[in-house]
């Protein structure tokens, strides 16, 4: 039997307002070559200018991977030639990285598992090419912005893992603030090295890669025909050729693209530009600060407190939606009442309208101060249903639907039926007067409901359930 | 005439700048056949106003250097039709100080070389004796300022650049502590020993043009902070206790009849500044490290070059030659643009910078790099510069088809010790300080890092003792 | 002395084409470079030196903010590029 061993690189673009070493924006944009400067077009003379926020950020993503951090910034140069790296090298970090020996921790049907982090760095990207029939057009939009590299140990044996891995990785990322993290817009893009190994091995078998993955569910379906092809292989006798692959998506093959990726030598040496910039102690420490609570330590929480271990999982896979949660538990809701509206109405409203749920009108005051009033029974729970739809759907706050809707009003036949009843009951007298034919007293009966709801209770249902009830008896 | 006589001219209305921009084209134009300066000459007069002292002199600045608007080409065929989209932040502050430019300089290709030859617009020739060469890479620099062109060039200095050509052609020749003047737009050769560089036919213009041009700048992270100083108004100031020292290995490596003719010239001024109250010491140095000195410069300096010129691919900017993939064109591109010198350069700093030999070469030069800059800062302790001849040649002649044996002493070290300035990014000055064979030859004097005012105050006093100023080609009085 | 085998890798990595005459060139520039080298083996005590990657080190190194403020017009991006289309720079058809 073979099992796989899969590393993986993932390359990140950071959200900064400008490119890793010039000021030009850092924007996503299909107006080719507007977001550019002279430094990302590598035109003679022009040098690089690091990025605080870039170099921020990254160290804050290290830290959030457990990683050890340097005491320095250094760059190297990763020198190579491709129509898509302006300079004919790349700024990247080779001696010194923001990360070395960190560790992800991962729940997996229920145990924590730790998946080792080797190094994390980070480097500028490159051009983007779009390919015409007899031409590649270049634009250097994407020239330039900063990129996160994560370099896994080979830890992962299947596909499952690296996905659960990739999620809760994307997760981290968004919660520390240091990427958008979409696939659709290249921002993710995923690496894949797998081999195949013995049980007996002592050592890693050949491996194949497979570069610039846009999508979790391509990494999956790579993973799944590389661990069959590769099996077949082997099973062969035959031996696995260490090369490049790329994934042809409408025939779900890999095919080989080029031999001996180890065979490049990048000449790396340090970046001769950039003076070397302290870290402080302090500095790092402020920025290890502004790490969130991560979404494993969330989970945790919230437990605790009483959420279901699924809801909890559903809060904080995104991280707007455990900020949400979060708020909201700062006004001293009900940890669990607050999980239920929010994992099934308000996130079933936004999965059902295709919505991101930072759009939502609804704010963690008004579901805070919705269940209030469902808590003081002012408006009944099939009430605050409507009242949540109303709020999501309509833009209103809850207090405006209820007035809006009469809901103000005790409108819930239940909760008049037992005013009613005691109303009746501290009037024997009068029931009895009723009972002998003089009707007319009913009026001074619904006086004495009103009395007892304050006000609130809708006369006509009171009317209507007050002869029921005294009919009743 | 020098900046202070233009300026003078200028002020009290003798001249105006449009007449000294016609009078410098004039010259450019008519010397271009004699000693080929040139690549571009500017055919209009613009110019911004300002108080600066160089407000109105035309100056001409190295090919080298980004220049908006206005070819610049590096001297080499892959650049010959590139013209720049942004200003060098030299440029920029000359432009803005009311300096006018009469032209853009020929250089060794790429600035890679000494002799002025390997320009793609032809040879540079010394305008003392045009079978000689003028010395590079700022080879139209140094001509152009020597021939009377203008008063004062811009230039760049890896190894020598602007001080050995300054030292054949008879003029000054400086460059600052490294990140003293923004690089930001001078075309990179080795980015860690990369200098901008003056030509000025006396000190103080140096001084005058320096102060305009240095400066932090926020697009050259390795410049230094602003000094809250001017240079010309500290040139005059006393040196009484200032010491120098010459290293004796340094001087003792000349075995020709030339170089020890030159080492008569220098000892004997060395007496003369010693008579004029300069204490000069002689300094023992270990020889087999100035040996290694142009191997080191050699190594770092290809290395980092093949990296700097990945650029140049044709694809973005440059001659771009057809092919019919992208690797196609960038191989007809660069096989057509570069002369077999920078090809043969690249593939030694590609071969240096190769994993299995980087640490063997690259890694080894870089630590002798570390070992001589730092005995170099403890002599600075305790001394204030360092004195020696700039060449112990004078210009080469242009035919002259003898190869120098490049592991003799002589040539390693004595043709070479300039580099000692690049390695530690020190201020370093060129001045003439005689005549061998009716050609100038020149005296450099090095001080420790950041010490620039201090270097042109004591050159300003060297260049009087001396008693060598103003001087063109041919050793005629500037007129 | 270097095979000209392995220095036409090396002209083809960088994307260049030499003729036997130069390469016969690069060969002694070759063994020059390594009597040069030789002399840097001499020296003692060498490997106790941290390579010096800059001239001196800078007190005041510091890091860019992150505001934009830089902007190129495609005009001028494009100006020197002798193949464009759709403002964007052409290159024949990049197969990988």
Redesign the interface.
């Not at chain 3, 289309?85 to 990988?96: A, D």
């Given at each position: 039997m073979y099992k796989a061993v899969i590393g993986l690189e993932v390359h990140c673009e950071l959200n900064t307002k400008t490119k890793m070493f010039s000021s030009s924006i850092n924007e996503y944009t299909k107006d080719p070559n507007t977001n550019i400067s002279v430094i990302d077009l590598a035109f003679p003379g022009i040098l690089p200018l690091p990025n605080k926020e870039a170099v921020k950020k990254s160290l804050k993503l290290a830290m959030a991977l457990n990683c050890e951090t340097p005491s320095i910034v250094l760059f190297d140069r990763k020198n190579y030639y491709y129509a898509d790296l302006p300079k004919g090298y790349q700024i990247t970090q080779m001696t010194c990285p923001f990360g070395k020996n960190g560790y992800l921790e991962i729940e997996i049907d229920g145990t924590i598992k730790k998946y080792g982090i080797h190094q994390l760095h980070l480097e500028e990207d490159t051009a983007n090419m779009e390919h015409l029939e007899t031409e590649s057009l270049l634009d250097y939009n994407r020239a330039g912005v900063p990129l996160v590299e994560i370099i896994t140990d080979p830890c992962f044996n299947e596909e499952n893992e690296v996905i659960t891995f990739l999620e809760n990785l994307r997760n981290i990322i968004k919660y520390c603030d240091i990427s958008e993290a979409s696939s659709d817009k290249g921002q993710l893009r995923v690496d894949v090295n797998i081999s195949m190994m013995k049980d007996t091995d002592t050592v890693l078998g050949t491996r194949a890669e497979i570069k610039g993955i846009n999508s979790f569910n391509n990494v999956k379906e790579i993973i799944t025909y590389e661990i069959k092809r590769q099996t077949e292989i082997l099973e062969k006798g035959e031996k696995v050729i260490q090369e490049t692959r790329r994934w042809v998506d409408d025939k779900k093959i890999t095919v080989s693209m080029r031999e001996k990726v180890d065979a490049i030598d990048y000449k790396y040496y340090v970046e001769p530009n950039i003076p070397v910039v302290p870290l402080s102690k302090e500095y790092k420490e402020s920025i290890k600060e502004e790490i969130p609570v991560l979404p494993l330590e969330r989970e945790k929480k919230y437990i605790s407190l009483g959420v279901l271990p699924k809801d909890a999982k559903t809060l904080v896979r995104n991280k707007e939606v455990s900020d949400f949660y979060e708020e909201a538990l700062l006004l001293e809701v009900d940890p669990k009442d607050a999980s239920n509206w929010i994992t099934t109405r308000i996130l079933g409203y936004v999965n059902n309208n295709n919505i991101s749920f930072s759009d939502i009108y609804m704010t963690p005051l008004m579901l805070a101060n919705m269940l209030k009033m469902i808590s003081s029974k002012s408006i009944s729970t099939q009430q605050a249903k409507e009242v949540c739809a109303l709020c999501l759907e309509e833009k209103k706050t809850p207090e405006e639907i209820v007035k809006e809707k009469g809901m103000e009003q005790i409108s819930d036949p239940e909760s008049i039926k037992e005013i009613v009843n005691k109303v009746l009951n501290e009037n024997p007298e009068q029931v009895n007067i009723y009972k002998n034919g003089k009707t007319n007293i009913i009026g001074f009966l619904v006086g004495q409901v009103l009395k007892a709801s304050e006000g609130k209770a809708n006369p006509a249902l009171v009317s209507k359930i007050l002869n029921e009830e005294i009919n009743n008896r | 005439m020098n900046i202070t006589e233009m300026k003078e001219l200028l002020d009290n209305k003798t001249t105006t700048s449009l007449k000294l921009f016609e009078e410098s084209k004039k010259k450019a134009l008519y010397s271009q056949e004699k000693i080929n300066s040139f690549v571009t000459i500017m055919e209009d007069f613009t110019k911004e106003e300002s108080n600066s002292l160089l407000n109105g002199i035309p100056y001409a600045i190295k090919d080298n250097f980004s220049t908006k608007n206005i070819l610049t080409t590096a001297s080499s065929n892959i650049l010959k039709n590139y013209i720049p989209v942004f200003d060098s932040t030299v440029y920029k502050k000359l432009k803005k100080a009311g300096a006018v430019l009469v032209g853009k300089t020929v250089l060794d290709e790429l600035a890679m070389g000494g002799s002025g030859l390997t320009g793609h617009t032809g040879a540079v020739k010394n305008p003392w004796d045009q079978t000689r060469i003028s010395g590079g890479s700022s080879a139209g620099s140094a001509a152009c300022v020597s021939e009377g062109v203008v008063p004062f060039s811009i230039g760049s200095d890896t190894g020598d650049s602007v001080r050995k050509p300054a030292s054949f052609c008879g003029v000054v020749g400086f460059k600052p502590t490294y990140g003293r003047i923004s690089r930001f737009g001078l075309f990179p050769f080795a980015s860690s020993l990369d200098h901008v560089g003056i030509f000025a036919r006396n000190v103080f213009d140096i001084a005058a043009v320096t102060d305009v041009i240095k400066g932090f700048d926020s697009n050259d992270m390795t410049t230094l902070p602003d000094e809250e100083i001017n240079y010309t108004d500290i040139l005059k100031e006393n040196i009484k206790g200032k010491k120098l020292f010459y290293i004796k290995e340094i001087i003792e490596s000349a075995k020709e009849n030339e170089s020890k003719e030159i080492i008569a010239l220098f000892k004997k001024q060395i007496e003369k500044l010693k008579n004029n109250g300069i204490q000069i010491e002689e300094v023992s140095f270990d020889k087999t490290i100035l040996e290694t000195l142009f191997p080191v410069y050699f190594i770092i300096s290809c290395a980092e070059a093949t990296s700097n010129n990945s650029n140049l691919t044709g694809f973005i900017f440059g001659n771009r030659m057809p092919g019919s993939s992208p690797k196609e064109v960038m191989i007809n591109t660069r096989t057509e643009g570069f002369s077999e010198m920078i090809k043969r350069r690249f593939v030694i700093g590609s071969y240096i910078l190769e994993r299995e030999n980087q640490e063997k070469l690259f890694i080894n030069a870089k630590r002798v790099r570390r070992m001589l800059v730092e005995k170099m800062n403890k002599l600075f302790e305790k001394y204030d510069g360092l004195i020696l001849p700039a060449s112990g040649l004078v210009a080469p002649k242009i035919d002259e088809s003898k190869e120098p044996d490049k592991l003799s002493s002589e040539y390693l070290i004595l043709e070479n010790h300039l580099v000692i300035g690049n390695f530690g990014g020190y201020p370093s000055i060129t001045l003439p300080m005689g005549y061998v064979k009716d050609m100038p030859v020149g005296i450099n004097l090095t001080c420790k890092a950041q010490a620039d005012a201090l270097c042109l105050n004591i050159a300003s006093h060297l260049e009087e003792i001396i008693g060598i100023k103003d001087i063109c080609a041919g050793g005629r009085k500037d007129v | 002395m270097?095979e000209v085998k392995k220095?036409e890798t090396?002209?083809e990595?960088?994307?260049?084409?030499?003729n036997a005459e130069?390469y016969s060139?690069?060969q002694k520039?070759?063994d020059?470079?390594f009597?040069?080298?030789d002399?840097?083996?001499?020296?003692e005590?060498?490997?106790n030196?941290?390579?010096?990657?800059?001239?001196?080190?800078?007190k005041?190194?510091?890091?860019?903010?992150?505001?934009?403020?830089?902007?190129?017009t495609?005009e001028?991006?494009?100006?020197?590029?002798?193949?464009v289309?759709?403002?964007?720079?052409?290159?024949?058809?990049?197969?990988?």
């Open positions: - | - | 270097l220095l090396y002209a990595n960088l994307e260049f084409k030499m130069e060139k690069l520039e070759f020059i470079l009597k040069q080298v002399l840097i083996s001499q020296i005590g060498i490997e030196y941290e390579p010096l990657d800059f001239p001196f080190p800078l005041n190194s510091y890091l860019r903010e992150d505001i934009a403020n830089e902007k190129l495609k001028d991006a494009l100006k020197n590029a002798s193949e289309k759709n403002n964007c720079v052409s290159v024949p058809k990049v197969v990988e």
